[in-house]
């Protein structure tokens, strides 16, 4: 399939452009739970919350995006079940499903395949639908992370938003903001190819 044609067909994502084979998918797969895995090294603590601030969910969201429902889905569910499993790749080189910030790797899971279908609906080609895109990710994740950590830190609800949740938004929407930029840019970059 040429770029052209790629790039013009209707629910298209970007990994729909590169030439089609199962070894592709399977790479972009893999490639996207280790580039979550990379990114969840970025971590910083915050002060009073079990949960640091990482670049983990917007890697996350980046990979659904960018592969599309099925294979974002697929590429998070590897990163949380090779975590589950043992490599150190969640938040702070940590693994396993013990820890009380578990619950937004499995959000992340979910979040992949939703903004996947977006964009598979072209929400990754304009910045207002991209902004909306990566809320909307960010929602499920915290809508999965938050009632997690209230039940494993064994809080209430809402103490879990204020630990989980109050202390993110603002990072959030700069995460937002900057995919608003990166892909609809990376489409017209692609267009122009």
Do not use: C
Request: avoid cysteine; hydrophobic fraction near 60%.
């Amino acid at each position: 399939m040429s770029t052209a044609t790629a790039t013009a067909r209707p629910g298209a994502v970007l990994a729909d452009l590169l030439p089609a084979s199962r070894v592709r998918d399977a790479a972009l797969v893999v490639g996207g739970a280790v580039l979550t895995g990379l990114a969840a090294q970025v971590a910083v603590p915050v002060p009073g919350s079990p949960v640091p601030v990482t670049g983990q969910t917007f890697a996350a969201l980046l990979v659904g995006t960018a592969l599309g429902a099925r294979r974002g889905f697929l590429s998070l569910a590897l990163y949380a079940l090779a975590g589950v499993a043992g490599v150190p790749w969640f938040a702070g080189g940590a693994s396993g499903a013990g820890m009380v910030s578990f619950g937004y790797v499995l959000g992340m899971v979910l979040a992949s395949a939703a903004v996947g279908a977006l964009a598979r609906r072209g929400a990754d080609r304009s910045p207002l639908r991209m902004a909306g895109a990566m809320l909307l990710g960010e929602a499920i994740i915290y809508a999965v992370g938050v009632p997690y950590l209230a039940l494993a830190a064994h809080v209430s609800l809402t103490e879990a938003v204020a630990l989980g949740l109050t202390p993110f938004l603002l990072g959030d929407a700069l995460k937002a903001a900057l995919a608003m930029g990166a892909l609809p840019t990376a489409w017209k970059f692609a267009n122009k190819r």
